[in-house]
């Protein structure tokens, strides 16, 4: 993540979710099957704390 964006300076948590322009990954359907993965764990995880 880059310091460019300004949500991270203001805030104390944040998630810096997977994708093809931060990992350099050719595939693009392998892009899209990872970020879905990524999603699907983290609102589970989410879902069991609240």
Do not use: C, G, R
């Amino acid at each position: 993540m880059h310091d460019k964006l300004f949500v991270k300076k203001i805030s104390d948590y944040y998630i810096w979710l997977p994708s093809s322009s931060n990992q350099n990954f050719d595939q693009y359907l392998e892009n899209q099957i990872v970020f879905f993965v990524y999603v699907d764990l983290l609102t589970s995880q989410i879902a069991k704390l609240i």
